[in-house]
Structure formats: C-alpha cells, structure tokens
Nanobody, 119 residues
Framework: VQLQASGGGLVQPGGSLRLSCVGS????????QGWYRQAPGKQRELVAV???????KYADSVKGRFDISRDHAANTVYLQMNRLKPEDTAVYYC??????????????WGQGTLVTVSS
C-alpha cells in the first residue's frame, strides 16, 4: 500500500490547514488510517486515527482543534487542523493498516508533509 500525503505548509498561529492522504488500492481493505507527527528532537507521536467503523482517537493536545475524517471508498483520510499553535509544528506522516487497531501505528507509512506554525 502506498500513501500520498499533501496539504502541509506555513501558517500563522490561530490559522487552519487541511491535510489529505490518499492510499493506493489494496487486495485487503484498509480499515484504519491516521496521522502521526514528529517535531525536531522529539519522538513520533499519534495525532489522530480513524477506522472504517468510525472509531477515532486523538492526542490530548489536539482534541477540540483537529478533526479527522475519512472517505472509506477512496482510501482517503483528511485532517482538518484549526487554531494551530507553534507547538503543532512538525512533519506529519500518514499511516494506514488493515486492522482496526487505534492503539498502535499501522503497517504503512506515507512520506511526511511539513507543517510550520509561525508568525
């Protein structure tokens, strides 16, 4: 499975961005898609994940500001990021898996897309 992410960029604090990630077709269904991020000098961490059944999980730091959604038929996941803060600056990675697990990263990773929040 190949994942193609897009939508990163430079935004001012308080602004919004929308990330998209399209997954290639697969013999087996992609049941979980999500986003992780890695800031300079820090470990990669979960941002948000969603299953084909609608289960979602968010990092506490983004709850109420970010919204994850998914077009299951198109294997596409979106991350709407609102009220962005400088601490949201990171490389954001798309992630996917055939399982329904939201407690661990999936098997497949996309290339990162850089989000920079700065005035």
């Amino acid at each position: 499975v190949q994942l193609q992410a897009s939508g990163g960029g430079l935004v001012q604090p308080g602004g919004s961005l929308r990330l998209s990630c399209v997954g290639s077709t697969s013999r087996f269904a992609i049941n979980t898609q999500g986003w992780y991020r890695q800031a300079p000098g820090k470990q990669r961490e979960l941002v948000a994940v969603i299953t084909s059944g609608g289960t979602t999980k968010y990092a506490d730091s983004v709850k109420g500001r970010f919204d994850i959604s998914r077009d299951h038929a198109a294997n596409t996941v979106y991350l709407q990021m609102n009220r962005l803060k400088p601490e949201d600056t990171a490389v954001y990675y798309c992630n996917a898996d055939h399982s329904y697990s939201v407690t661990r990263p999936g098997e497949y990773w996309g290339q990162g897309t850089l989000v920079t929040v700065s005035s």
